[in-house]
């Protein structure tokens, strides 16, 4: 089963609110899945993919998410 199709599946099963969705990864496999669910999507910098080829925000590690979360959640600035 795809990455994409599990998360649908996932998000349908959970009930969850698709635009409070965030997908962490670090695989242009990973973006195209959070692409195809309508979800944001944050890429991590781990060296699989070169995210300057792509307009999404990035962190370098799960350490940074708080910072990322705080600044984008109250600015209102989640979005894909």
């Known amino acids: 089963?795809?990455?994409a199709k599990n998360?649908?599946?996932?998000i349908q099963k959970k009930n969850w609110d698709r635009s409070k969705c965030l997908y962490i990864g670090d695989s242009k496999n990973d973006l195209d899945a959070a692409?195809?669910?309508?979800?944001a999507f944050l890429?991590?910098?781990s060296g699989i993919t070169d995210w300057t080829k792509f307009s999404v925000n990035?962190?370098?590690n799960l350490n940074e998410l708080y910072g990322y979360l705080k600044k984008t959640c109250i600015s209102g600035n989640f979005k894909n």
């Open 43 to 45: 890429g991590r910098i």
């Open 7 to 10: 998360i649908d599946q996932l």
């Open 35 to 39: 692409k195809s669910n309508n979800i």
């Open 1 to 3: 089963v795809e990455k």
């Open 58 to 60: 990035t962190i370098k």
